[in-house]
């Protein structure tokens, strides 16, 4: 099994594993006023900076394609700060109670597109987050990205049971580190519960990928493994439990699911009928059970649907109004808690308020008009190519594969979440986004042989696996070994 000594690149996995440390312990709120959000992003710049050192550079490889997307996203919110004269401001869409004051004021200054520049810089800056976790996961190699993932697969135990012991000691416990947060539920490191929860699912598919990975490599199923991946997994469901959140009930049960789709149980020796019946009935178990929770027959004091819920699905057609009077341009990104502000009726006025739309699609549209849209789309496209790639390509025993399954995974739950929450506004779940997006592509190590020189001193020749000295036996060399042996490799 991959260990943090196996990996070609120990400086790149120890910047990886020190980046997710500070977003996991300091990233759990989005909120604009949270102090704690600048840790992840200074932590960000510092690994960014030390991969690019001269003295620890090595050769980055990345898409074109992907550093296109990289720029244009940064783009935006820099364009949205640019000054404009007034007549050009004010030709803008959505700009007219603005107008109104400063017109009242007898003032006419040059304005930027973003209505509230300081929240868009911070939203600029909460973009370095995710880029340099996208970049340290591009430079690492198969076992340095099975331990970033494994790290994940930690914190989100350590955070279940923070929960669990939260909401034991109650509302006011000191264990509940943002002002604003739920506290009659578990929230971990986190301000929100539902983030924990999708956190927590997400792990439950990294527990399953790492059983399989053993199952792969040794043939058979592991006791031990297969003891410490329930409990963890009892652990994590136990977690999200307590987060009280639909929604990670529903990505706990899509987690089982295709983790326990990743498991090369025909491998091991089982056959496939059986291995096809076990799954359809592990489906309908689990399918009743989430209906069972989700109808508030069981467990209903935990996941009864609130008035805040109800309430959010009721303030769609507005925010589609509200992101039709900004469009094409949008009012800046990160400005939803004041541009909406302007828009609530008196009727709707309570002593809370929404610091975000609960859709994140939708305040992308109002916050970031048709460019977000078409980065969103591009994405989205990217994304589906990949998983194409991964699902038709590849040994179905591979781990590499393997890997690349669960990254898709988790992705995808993060993309479905943030139909009904904004799960990448803190900066844990962007950090952990951008590994993900990374650990899609394939390392650098598995490139084409197309490789500067460089590399090759590095001692990469293709996917491989670490002899007792540390160095990479080529997956070709492997193959012709074991061809003549009649035997097949599990890389």
């Not at 194409?388 to 399954?405: F, L, N, P």
């Amino acid at each position: 099994m991959p260990n943090p000594f196996s990996t070609n690149r120990p400086q790149t996995l120890y910047a990886a594993l020190a980046l997710l440390t500070v977003a996991v312990l300091f990233g759990g709120a989005s909120r604009y006023e949270v102090g704690t959000t600048i840790l992840p992003r200074l932590a960000a710049l510092v690994a960014i900076v030390y991969l690019f050192w001269p003295r620890n550079r090595s050769s980055i490889r990345v898409e074109r394609g992907a550093l296109i997307f990289w720029a244009a996203l940064f783009a935006l919110p820099l364009v949205q700060l640019i000054p404009l004269p007034w007549s050009v401001w004010t030709a803008l869409p959505g700009r007219g109670l603005a107008q109104q004051v400063y017109t009242a004021l007898g003032d006419k200054p040059w304005l930027p597109i973003s209505l509230s520049p300081s929240r868009t810089l911070d939203f600029l800056l909460a973009l370095f987050v995710p880029f340099a976790a996208w970049l340290l996961g591009a430079h690492l190699d198969f076992p340095g990205r099975a331990i970033v993932l494994r790290a994940m697969l930690a914190f989100a135990l350590i955070s279940a049971v923070l929960g669990l012991i939260q909401l034991s000691l109650g509302a006011d416990s000191p264990l509940y580190f943002y002002s604003v947060t739920n506290a009659d539920s578990s929230v971990g490191f986190f301000s929100n519960a539902n983030h924990l929860g999708l956190f927590l699912a997400g792990a439950i598919v990294i527990a399953l990928a790492w059983l399989a990975d053993s199952m792969t490599v040794t043939g058979r199923i592991i006791a031990p493994a297969a003891v410490v991946c329930g409990l963890a997994i009892c652990v994590l469901l136990f977690g999200i439990a307590g987060t009280s959140s639909r929604a990670g009930a529903i990505f706990s049960v899509v987690a089982l699911l295709g983790g326990l789709a990743m498991l090369p149980l025909e491998r091991i020796g089982l056959r496939r009928r059986y291995v096809l019946g076990g799954a359809t009935v592990v489906t309908l178990a689990l399918a009743a059970g989430l209906g069972l929770v989700l109808s508030g027959r069981v467990l209903s004091d935990r996941f009864r649907i609130e008035d805040g819920t109800q309430e959010r699905i009721g303030l769609i057609p507005q925010f589609i109004h509200v992101a039709h009077d900004f469009f094409p341009f949008g009012s800046g990104l990160g400005t939803f808690e004041p541009v909406f502000k302007s828009y609530e009726h008196a009727s709707a006025l309570s002593f809370g308020y929404w610091n975000q739309a609960h859709q994140d699609y939708l305040q992308v549209a109002i916050e970031g008009g048709l460019i977000g849209l078409l980065l969103i789309l591009a994405f989205l496209i990217w994304f589906a190519i990949r998983v194409v790639r991964i699902w038709y390509k590849g040994d179905e025993s591979s781990r590499m594969r393997r890997q690349q399954a669960t990254a898709a995974l988790f992705l995808a739950m993060i993309a479905a979440h943030g139909m009904g929450d904004y799960p990448m506004r803190t900066g844990t779940i962007a950090c952990v986004f951008g590994f993900l997006a990374a650990f899609l592509t394939a390392p650098q190590d598995g490139q084409s042989s197309r490789r500067r020189r460089s590399d090759r001193d590095l001692g990469e020749d293709g996917f491989g696996v670490y002899g007792q000295n540390q160095d990479v036996v080529p997956v070709s060399a492997i193959d012709r070994g074991l061809a003549a042996q009649g035997g097949d490799h599990y890389s």
